[in-house]
């Protein structure tokens, strides 16, 4: 007899994430679905495709077609925790295009939304560890947020 908890598991998706280049760009490991999808306020299913050139990312989904550059992705835990080198990357970007020193805002959705994703002790600490390497990188307001979500996520999860 199956039983069911009433938790849903994660879905099992064919990635829409295509290598264009026979170069692969050293940020390309922070393009995923999750952050396309928050970056533009679109479903994951809505994403009809993610191509990685050699130098920029295009993003094809509904009623978005645009061209993106990989310093506009947060790392995500599966990216190891080896990536202050491209620091630099980041903030040259946001001073250019935002005038700003700090992460754009859809990074704090991003996090606290995967905060809130995850399902075993492991992953809560991967995320917590991304997190504290990156802290500088978010506005004052974006980290309280975020370490309200982990609070409260702490509660969920068997924190050991």
């Known amino acids: ?74 790392p995500p835990p599966s990216t190891g925790t080896q990536f202050s080198q491209v620091f630099w990357r980041w903030r040259r970007r946001w001073r250019r295009r935002w005038n700003s020193k700090y992460a754009p805002e859809w990074w704090q959705n991003f996090y606290i939304e995967q905060i809130q994703k995850t399902f075993s002790d492991d992953d809560f600490l991967e995320w917590c560890k991304v997190l504290i390497l990156i802290k500088s990188a978010l506005s004052d307001d974006a980290w309280h947020l975020i370490t309200q979500t982990i609070d409260n996520v702490k509660g969920f999860v068997k924190y050991s």
């Open 1 to 74: 007899m199956l039983l069911t908890t009433g938790v849903k598991a994660p879905s099992i998706r064919a990635s829409k994430i295509n290598y264009k280049s026979p170069f692969l760009h050293p940020l390309a490991r922070f393009v995923t679905e999750e952050a396309v999808a928050i970056m533009f306020g679109i479903e994951i299913d809505q994403i009809e495709r993610i191509d990685c050139y050699s130098y920029m990312v295009y993003i094809h989904a509904t009623n978005v077609s645009r061209f993106v550059s990989y310093a506009d992705f947060p």
